[in-house]
Antibody, heavy 115, light 111 residues
């Protein structure tokens, strides 16, 4: 059973860069799509973007200028960087697997943007 | 405002049936598979339905999905109190702003 686990700082200062990593266990990260999705408190889901294990990426157009995703197949991990964060980026961040649908999800990690 | 439109809330009594609609356009639902996710309070979303009407292993057949044109529907029969959750539809949008899109979510209350 594939399991995903997000990790990273829970508090980021405004204008700085949010960095999160998702570790995949119970299966190989190779030859698959891996996404980041976020959810502000009390609100709906927002897809941030996805990366294929070849390194090919697709980003949400509304976030594209600030998002960078990468993958490290040797560590079975993929990562998210979101630059120039503001309070509006405060949310629970999930990593998820899949292309046509999101089959597996991490438990989520709360990231708060505050000075 | 979400690209896919869902009712904010639905409710029904235990044992009854409820449907949740998800409306989109030709650039998303009209030409791509729809999936549905259940989010119980305080937990991560869980895949309920994929490719319009398929259920992952372990999802009871009380949950069903369908698609017609640019709309999709999630059906839940034999409602249980444990079904109280937020439900989201999602699909790929193939427009110029291509990417994955979700509905705004529907809160199901089992009265």
């Amino acid at each position: 059973q594939v399991q995903l686990q997000e990790s990273g700082p829970g508090l980021v200062k405004p204008s700085e860069t949010l960095s999160l990593t998702c570790t995949v266990s119970g299966g190989s990260i190779s030859s698959y799509y891996w996404s980041w999705i976020r959810q502000p408190a009390g609100k709906g889901l927002e897809w941030i973007g996805r990366i294929y294990t070849s390194g090919s990426t697709n980003y949400n157009p509304s976030l594209k200028s600030r998002v960078t995703m990468s993958v490290d197949t040797s560590k079975n991990q993929f990562s998210l960087k979101l630059s120039s964060v503001t309070a509006a980026d405060t949310a629970v961040y999930y990593c998820a697997s899949g292309a046509g649908y999101f089959q597996h999800w991490g438990q989520g990690t709360l990231v708060t943007v505050s000075s | 405002q979400s690209v896919l439109t869902q009712p904010p809330s639905v409710s029904a009594a235990p044992g009854q049936k409820v449907t949740i609609s998800c409306s989109g356009s030709s650039s998303n639902i009209g030409n791509n598979y729809v999936s549905w996710y259940q989010q119980l309070p305080g937990t991560a979303p869980k895949l309920l339905i994929y490719e319009n009407n398929k259920r992952p292993s372990g999802i009871p057949d009380r949950f069903s999905g369908s698609k017609s044109g640019t709309s999709a529907t999630l059906g839940i029969t034999g409602l249980q109190t444990g079904d109280e959750a937020d439900y989201y539809c999602g699909t790929w949008d193939s427009s110029l702003s291509a990417g994955w899109v979700f509905g705004g979510g529907t809160k199901l209350t089992v009265l």
